[in-house]
């Protein structure tokens, strides 16, 4: 999740606006909201057995706070007092409420299941159950990456287990446990169509939740077949579902980016969204337009009740206003909106926190109060952390909360300091808020991300151009489907077009080289992004001065300090478009005269072979992610693609297709004779058909040349090869590639040892083995040992769960005298030179080996693939 920016977190009602001259704000709420979500935070992953000593503690909490509160002297004195006091009391409402929220995930046959199965042997079988479940959430599609059938849909629903039943020996438990459900395949469809408050019965295994993730869940089950309905949604949820299901009925006739994008933007449904869409909302720090916040609830709480500065005036605008209704009753009108608005956009997060706040805004309207934003938002917090502890653990709401803090905050006094220096006073405002919003967030989204978004900023602010008529005409499709479709579906086409926009930005963002810069995650990332921010912050009022007034002179340091603008202006320009040369310089790399990369994608395989000029490469396979595929090419300053090589169709070779075919020319498209898996080949002629580039099939004794120095020989796969060995990986597309200089390279997919053992003393010697199949422990050493390299390449991700390489093959590639070099241990790896006498390689690390997290398959993942019951520069590597 990226950050909540200007747009995503626009103060409901209650709050003052960037547009206001900033004011006073009363904090005295700020430190007890704090104090809960800290104590609820440290508590949420308290063990069983452990809340005797916390209420205790609490208690002891509450009565030092009413002590204080007792405490005679001096105003001042009481002040700081009851500020304390307060802070004890919240702090002991926490640590009350979060032992009770989570008792249940620990409670019934579930969690010891699911406990029982994370410490069990690898092929143990797991716990069957027949349980009855009330649905809590929206189902959610997923897609697989990586594996060998990666691609394959699987989906996720939260729910209650009401009822279990342990199928081994018919024992029934009345239980009341969060759990996360999972179908797999062909199974998903008949889930996809769930309402929350549906209650329904399935049988399914028990296993883990997703580790460090999945805090709300206590176990993740597995389901096999389609449920058995016991009671249909409750009437809001029915109708919510049909307002939902309505605006993408509406929405069908739209370009497809509209089409996934219109209900992501009103009532945060993603379901269509194209995942390379979301990908560029990603990064370019807009994901949160289809994050349903403040924004949307502002734009429709300002339609009923005018601008938020002037809901509780005499000036007050808006439908209310209109209609001549008092206050009290635009107020009730506002809340009915607003619980309408958090069942038809679902309790998420960002909602819960624009709700709570606009309820909050709500109350003051209706009794005459002074309406503050930040006691509002200060007490919306307060008041969900306690009833839902989750929360505190959320980063969509840590988001939420620090976008509309910045807004609130330091919006206003950054947007008169623009304003002070003649910026236009709508530029200075939207400027402000979504710089305040970037200023506050960027710490965290650091740590989710492992990047910061250069463009994020300028996005934001193109982005809020089209943000209020998408909505708001979204809104409109959104309440006319159920009584006049074919006015909603008219209505839809205008609601199109700034939804179309928000597409162009994003993606004409993410298409820019240096759009995202690479950061360190954890708190060294956290803390480093916080200085930079204060450094700017510091920075801008040197960079920006006030204007001379008139009849006095200009500071004598006045063009230095326009010198000293332009200069980092340029700079960021160089960065953002990163033209290949100067990032070759900045960098080293690609190392000059290289001829073969492989890519760091992961548990996949990706390789690039230098094509003659310095923007052209032959790719040959793509990982299983598009974004590293892409980010490689970048990095190697390609843009053409005469020949797009696929040595067979497992999706961790495949999968990262549009990641190469994203911006760049791409003469052919060529895969192996067998369809296998056919799901994904059949995505793979999708995508190139969509790209309008030929297919071609690669076949034994074909030879290609590309440039004048590279020419390569197909030497597998031959026809009837399927016989002797079969399977896929057998059927991969090996080559045998030669430079003009006498430099061999042998490219041999994921060969096992039947495909093998057929080339076996056909290749003679290489000086370079990409080794076959990631290492793994199939191989066969005749075939190596006739090769005998003098490097070879492994391309796995680290932290894989397949155990690849094989540490057998290492040692066995070692004792030949190879020098064996690891993507998972040393990022991408450049190999250099024409001739054997001339062969160099250099190394290319990824954050993932500079300090970040490893790259791992999540346990969602790993069971969705599973079978039932079961840092910058460019360091040398060591000499070739």
């Known amino acids: 999740m990226t950050a909540p920016t200007a747009t995503s977190a626009v103060p409901v009602p209650t709050a003052s606006t960037t547009s206001a001259r900033p004011s006073g704000a009363d904090f005295r709420l700020l430190l007890p909201a704090v104090s809960a979500w800290v104590v609820t935070a440290a508590l949420l992953r308290l063990e069983p057995g452990s809340e005797a000593p916390v ?36 702090g002991a409402a926490a640590a009350i409420a979060t032992p009770l929220h989570t008792a249940d995930l620990h409670r019934g046959p579930l969690p010891e299941l699911a406990r029982a199965a994370e410490h069990a042997e690898p092929q143990s079988p797991t716990a069957a159950v027949e349980v009855e479940l009330t649905i809590t959430g929206d189902p959610k599609t997923h897609t697989s990456r990586g594996g060998t059938s990666g691609g394959q849909p699987f989906l996720t629903v939260d729910a209650v287990a009401d009822r279990v039943v342990l199928l081994q020996d018919g024992r029934t438990t009345r239980t009341h446990t969060p759990v996360t459900v999972m179908a797999r395949g062909a199974e998903s469809a008949s889930w996809q169509r769930l309402l929350p408050s549906e209650r329904l019965a399935a049988e399914a295994d028990v296993r883990p939740a997703e580790e460090g993730h999945d805090t709300e869940s206590a176990a993740l089950l597995v389901v096999h077949g389609p449920p058995r309905q016991l009671a249909p949604p409750s009437l809001p949820q029915r109708i919510a579902g049909r307002l939902r299901e309505g605006l993408r009925t509406a929405a069908d006739g739209l370009p497809a980016d509209a089409r996934g994008l219109l209900p992501g933007l009103v009532v945060g449904d993603t379901s269509r969204l194209p995942d390379d869409l979301e990908d560029a909302f990603r990064a370019t720090d807009l994901v949160h337009l289809v994050a349903v916040s403040g924004a949307n609830l502002a734009i429709v709480l300002g339609a009923l009740l005018g601008a ?26 506002g809340t009915g909106l607003t619980l309408a608005f958090v069942t038809v956009c679902r309790p998420e997060p960002s909602v819960l926190r624009a709700a709570g ?189 006030r204007p001379v007034e008139p009849g006095r002179p200009a500071p004598s340091r006045r063009w230095v300090r326009v010198l000293v603008t332009g200069a980092l202006l340029a700079a960021l320009l160089a960065v953002l478009l990163r033209p290949p040369p100067l990032a070759r310089i900045a960098t080293g790399w690609p190392p000059p005269g290289w001829r073969l990369a492989m890519c760091d994608v992961g548990q996949g395989d990706m390789l690039a072979l230098a094509a003659g000029e310095p923007d052209s490469a032959v790719v040959i396979d793509t990982g299983p992610d598009p974004n590293a595929a892409d980010r490689c090419l970048r990095d190697l300053g390609i843009t053409t693609v005469p020949l797009l090589l696929l040595t067979h169709f497992h999706a961790d070779h495949v999968e990262g297709v549009p990641g190469v075919l994203r911006g760049r020319r791409v003469g052919a498209v060529e895969g192996t004779t067998l369809d296998d898996p056919p799901g994904e080949a059949a995505r793979v002629t999708r995508w190139a058909a969509e790209a309008g580039v030929p297919l071609l099939r690669a076949r034994r004794g074909e030879r290609r040349s590309a440039g004048a120095e590279l020419a390569w020989d197909v030497v597998w796969p031959v026809p009837g090869s399927s016989a002797e060995a079969p399977g896929a990986n057998n059927a991969s597309v090996a080559l045998l590639v030669s430079l003009t200089g006498g430099l061999r390279m042998a490219l041999l997919g994921d060969l096992e040892p039947p495909a093998q053992s057929a080339l076996s003393g056909r290749l003679g010697r290489v000086d370079v083995l990409k080794v076959a199949h990631h290492g793994s422990a199939h191989q066969d050493w005749g075939l190596t040992s006739a090769l005998r390299p003098r490097l070879a390449l492994i391309s796995c991700g680290e932290g894989n769960p397949y155990g690849h390489p094989s540490p057998k093959t290492v040692d066995h590639l070692r004792g030949l005298g190879a020098t064996v070099l690891r993507t998972d241990r040393v990022g991408d790896i450049a190999v250099t030179g024409d001739s054997p006498a001339t062969l160099g390689v250099s190394v290319h690390p990824q954050p993932a080996h500079a300090g970040q997290k490893p790259r791992t398959h999540g346990a969602k993942e790993r069971a969705a693939s599973a079978r039932p019951g079961e840092n910058p520069g460019t360091p040398r590597a060591p000499p070739v």
């Open 55 to 90: 209420l205790a503690v609490a208690g002891t909490a509450a009565l030092a706070a009413v002590l204080l509160l007792r405490r005679p002297g001096a105003l001042r004195r009481r002040r700081a007092a009851a500020t304390l006091a307060a802070v004890l009391l919240t």
């Open 308 to 333: 938020p500065g002037q809901a509780g005036t005499a000036e007050r605008r808006g439908l209310a206003a209109v209609l001549g209704l008092s206050l009290r009753t635009g107020a009730l009108l």
């Open 357 to 545: 706040t606009g309820l909050v805004g709500m109350l003051a309207l209706a009794t005459g109060r002074p309406r503050q934003a930040v006691p509002a938002l200060a007490g919306a917090v307060l008041v969900l952390v306690l009833l839902d502890p989750f929360l505190a653990h959320s980063f969509g709401f840590l988001l939420s909360v620090l976008a509309t803090a910045g807004l609130l905050v330091l919006g206003p006094h950054w947007a008169e300091a623009l304003r002070a220096r003649r910026w236009p006073h709508h530029l200075a405002g939207a400027l402000a808020a979504t710089a305040a919003a970037q200023a506050l967030c960027a710490p965290v989204t650091v740590v989710l991300s492992g990047h910061i978004s250069l463009v994020g900023i300028p996005c934001n602010l193109l982005a809020e151009l089209a943000v209020a008529p998408a909505t708001l005409l979204g809104f409109g499709v959104l309440a006319l489907q159920p009584l006049l479709p074919g006015v909603a579906r008219l209505l839809a086409e205008p609601a199109g077009v700034p939804a179309g926009w928000l597409a162009l930005v994003a993606r004409r963002g993410a298409e820019l080289p240096g759009g995202q810069l690479t950061w360190p995650g954890g708190w060294f990332g956290t803390a480093t992004v916080a200085l930079a921010v204060l450094a700017a912050c510091w920075a801008a009022p040197l960079l920006l001065p």
